[in-house]
């Protein structure tokens, strides 16, 4: 069974930071562009953040554009998200998936909550 399990979340002051992990397992990851989404209380899922499937080429949404980083690492199956000087509109559970261009997303993960507040 394909597996995408997010890690890292948690509460945390505005200005601060938190990174995200995503272990993959029982699919070949390093054949996969991944992608990081989040879904805001009453809001719809937005893309957040991309990166091709070599680590080379990487995407951002505007609103995070210089706050937060992707990377990943195929020997450890695993993607992630530094998200730096954090908003409380950055409030959201977090979801990686993997993605085959033009297709979209293939896979998800479960989701892990960030929360951003005084």
């Known amino acids: 069974q394909v597996q995408l399990v997010e890690s890292g979340g948690g509460l945390v002051q505005p200005g601060g930071s938190l990174r995200l992990s995503c272990a993959a397992s029982?699919?070949?990851?390093?054949?996969?562009?991944m992608r990081w989404y989040r879904q805001g209380p009453g809001k719809e899922r937005e893309l957040v953040a991309a990166?091709?499937?070599?680590?080379?080429?990487?995407n951002y949404a505007d609103s995070v554009k210089g706050r937060f980083t992707i990377s990943r690492d195929n020997a450890k199956n695993t993607v992630y998200l530094q998200m730096n000087s954090l908003k409380p509109e950055d409030t959201a559970v977090y979801y990686c998936?993997?993605?085959?261009?033009?297709?979209?997303?293939?896979?998800w993960g479960q989701g892990t909550q960030v929360t951003v507040s005084s």
């Open positions: 998936a993997a993605n085959i261009p033009p297709y979209g997303p293939h896979y």
């Open positions: 029982r699919f070949i990851f390093s054949t996969y562009a």
């Open positions: 990166i091709t499937s070599g680590g080379g080429s990487t």
